[in-house]
């Protein structure tokens, strides 16, 4: 459970920088570069995430459980990932509705990812993943739209066509995912 700590600290910790040191996190791009500011950001962020992967990977081998979910949160939690993951592809798609209206689509998309999985698991592991993640989310995206409106950010145009591709992309990385990814990787079948 440790490693699964530490990791979470350290992953979620760098991607909290601009929340809580924004300062800091400035001069340090100033003084030393922004390519060796994000080398270094990115190096931790990958070792804080191999960290949670194989903490959370132990975890699961002697669980402490704190509830049981029904089985109907598996069903919510696999219908709640969808647009979690039309989120993700709002993200990188230029010109979406979404991305204009909800300004931080990613940020939305991993709070629906940590609640769906978050109701339908009930050990202190998935407490502290699940639950780390949503309230790192949620703390991330109003820090975010305060920003935003500080700046006066605007959004630029957005065309139907690409909100479609965002759904239609979305949709069919859900499917792939959930249908031939999720029990290799994770062990658990969503529709199973």
Known sequence: MLLLILGLLLFLGTHSL???ADGWRSRQ?????ELTWKIGYSA???VGLLMIVLGYGQARLD???LWQAPVWTR???ALLTLPAFVLLVATYLPGTHIK????HPMLAGVKLWAFAHLIANGTLADLLLFGGFLAWAIADFVACRRRDRAAHRRRPPAALRNDAA????GLLAWFAFARYLHAPLFG???FG
């Open 18 to 20: 601009r929340m809580f």
């Open 29 to 33: 791009i100033a003084l030393r570069g």
């Open 44 to 46: 931790l962020s990958a």
């Open 63 to 65: 669980p402490v459980w």
């Open 75 to 77: 069903h919510l939690a």
């Open 100 to 103: 204009a209206r909800i300004g």
């Open 166 to 169: 965002a759904v239609a992309i």
């Open 188 to 190: 658990v079948t969503p």
